[in-house]
């Protein structure tokens, strides 16, 4: 066994799962995680909110208004939790977190013209709008999603409409169902 290993918990088996709700921002990762977590009984995790509130940040980039993410602050804060389960997890991205912390990564999808009315609605200048519907696009986090985790946890999902919203939620909420059921 090297060094590295005996660095990486290895948790018990979790008889709660943890989910990654992940997606470009305005594809409703937060409300959906959010009525996730009530009809579920999992604890909501917005990581926006929280690297905010404990500074797990290293400034701000002006630029794209936003803070400027330390991995290793996130990592560290969240570490104990995750090993733990319980917990819906709500990030644009998901390239920071540790595969093993996850029982099942949902990436949320949105047209570009209902992203882009949900963007501006928020306020957001047109160069965050741009970067963020080429994300989309391109379809960066998916792809980040795929490389970085098993193909059978990842689960990509349109978020167009309040309809699809509430279909997603049902959906999270019978997985996990069936996960407490058989861990």
């Known amino acids: 066994m090297s060094s590295d290993d005996e660095q990486i918990p290895q948790y018990p088996p979790r008889a709660r799962p943890n989910i990654l709700i992940t997606g470009t921002p305005g594809t409703g990762k937060t409300t959906t995680s959010e009525l ?7 604890e909501h995790i917005n990581v926006g909110q929280l690297v905010k509130e404990k500074s797990l940040h290293d400034g701000r980039d002006e630029t794209f208004d936003s803070y400027i993410l ?3 602050k996130l990592c560290d804060e969240l570490e104990d939790r995750m090993g733990q389960g319980g917990y819906i997890v709500d990030f644009h991205s998901c390239d920071v977190f540790p595969e093993r912390w996850f029982d099942l990564v949902v ?6 013209s209902v992203l882009y009315d949900r963007l501006v609605k928020r306020g957001y200048n047109e160069t965050k709008i741009t970067e963020n519907v080429e994300c989309e696009i391109m379809q960066v986090v998916l792809d980040e999603a795929r490389e970085g985790y098993r193909q059978e946890i990842v689960v990509e999902l349109n978020s167009n409409s309040i309809e699809e919203m509430e279909e997603n939620v049902d959906r999270v909420r019978q997985w996990t169902e069936d996960f407490i059921r058989t861990h």
């Open 36 to 42: 996730a977590a009530m009809a579920t009984g999992l």
């Open 70 to 72: 330390n991995d290793d």
């Open 107 to 112: 990436v949320l999808r949105a047209d570009n």
